[in-house]
């Protein structure tokens, strides 16, 4: 029986001390050195006002912020504004009248909407056309003042 208990404990030993040698070897090892990076790209298109609204105009004034990370990076080659008198959808009924936006500050962005009616209530998205495609804000909506 005493035999057996001191098998028994030199089993236990013997398995305490492989292990302790596989644990220390294994966290010596360089794995750490294959680390995968994703890199992405995003545009955001943001409203920011539709200010001096008369009967015939409004200014708009939008935000398109890039977010470039790695090597493959995004350049915006056009923003504006999609303006229409029926709800802009992902396939309107006809083409909205574009207006094409010009920089003011930093991300900041303002086209002035012309030749629009009297009185009607028009929808308007802000857009960016980059390398990676065409990004649209929410729409948003406003009414032009009665004459």
Not at 115 to 123: A, E, N
Request: aromatic content about 12%; proline content about 4%; charged content about 15%.
């Amino acid at each position: 029986m005493k035999t057996k208990s001191v098998f028994l404990y030199l089993a236990f030993m013997f398995i305490i001390s492989i292990s302790s040698v596989v644990f220390s070897s294994y966290n010596t090892r360089g794995y750490a050195s294959r680390v995968s990076v994703s890199y992405f790209s995003e545009v955001i298109v943001t409203i920011n006002s539709i200010e001096n609204i008369s009967s015939t105009t409004a200014d708009f004034n939008y935000n398109v912020r890039v977010i470039n990370t790695g090597d493959d990076k995004i350049r915006i080659t056009e923003t504006g504004a999609n303006v229409s008198k029926i709800p802009l959808t992902k396939a309107p009924a006809g083409p909205p009248k574009k207006f094409i936006g010009r920089a003011t500050t930093g991300n900041d962005y303002k086209t002035k909407l012309t030749g629009l009616l009297p009185g009607t209530k028009y929808y308007v998205t802000a857009y960016a056309i980059s390398s990676g495609g065409t990004v649209q804000s929410t729409k948003q909506v406003f009414e032009t003042k009665p004459n």
